[in-house]
T-cell receptor, first 113, second 113 residues
């Protein structure tokens, strides 16, 4: 089966600019997650979608981060405006009902300068 | 919310030796505990998981043990090989399968030939 697709792989922006990341989960996976992984730390959940509805966004900095999942398939995560501390790898993961664990995408490495 | 602590942060072993990584969790409602392996620059990949109704699970050279009373679980790798070198993350979830997972900060395992 095809994996979780993410783009872009790398992005360098200046602080206060905006950026968007895209994720296409495995076909048929109802649940989609966005995680932020800062260098040297474990992934931290930003938002969880079930189909096109938000299940958990309690750790999403809503003053600057937003996410949507179009028609319960693809998802976009946006940061506006970016801060230096947003430099991290943004991982998208998906899972199906009854699945064992996640399948992660390759991630987008964001550097804010 | 859930808090997962992982130890040690770095671990170096000789090829052929065993490696043990330990994690503790705080939420007694957690019932699913996956382990992920992340090689440098790559995505985390699920290597083994355990549910709260099981005390131990093995898959070839990898085993995981769970002590619900003490709220800790461990990853055991026997007969380590250089290709086992990676960062290993434990996680805890209150969903019996995937669901929202809280990750530890990772253990960097180096296997010396």
């Amino acid at each position: 089966e095809a994996g979780v697709a993410q783009s872009p792989r790398y992005k360098i922006i200046e602080k206060r600019q905006s950026v968007a990341f895209w994720c296409n989960p495995i076909s048929g996976h109802a649940t989609l997650y966005w995680y932020q992984q800062i260098l040297g730390q474990g992934p931290k959940l930003l938002i969880q979608f079930q189909n096109n509805g938000v299940v958990d966004d309690s750790q999403l900095p809503k003053d600057r981060f937003s996410a949507e999942r179009l028609k319960g398939v693809d998802s976009t995560l946006k940061i506006q405006p970016a801060k230096l501390e947003d430099s991290a790898v943004y991982l998208c993961a998906s899972s199906s009902t009854g699945a064992n664990g996640y399948t992660f995408g390759s991630g987008t490495r964001l550097t804010v300068v | 919310g859930e808090n997962v602590e992982q130890h040690p942060s770095t671990l170096s072993v000789q090829e052929g030796d065993s490696a043990v990584i330990k994690c503790t969790y705080s939420d007694s409602a957690s019932n699913y505990f996956p382990w992920y392996k992340q090689e440098l620059g790559k995505r985390p990949q699920l290597i083994i998981d355990i549910r709260s109704n099981v005390g131990e699970k093995k898959d070839q050279r990898i085993a995981v043990t769970l002590n619900k009373t003490a709220k800790h679980f461990s990853l055991h790798i026997t007969e380590t090989q250089p290709e086992d070198s990676a960062v290993y993350f434990c996680a805890a979830s209150t969903n019996t399968n995937a669901g929202k997972s809280t990750f530890g900060d990772g253990t960097t395992l180096t296997v010396k030939p």
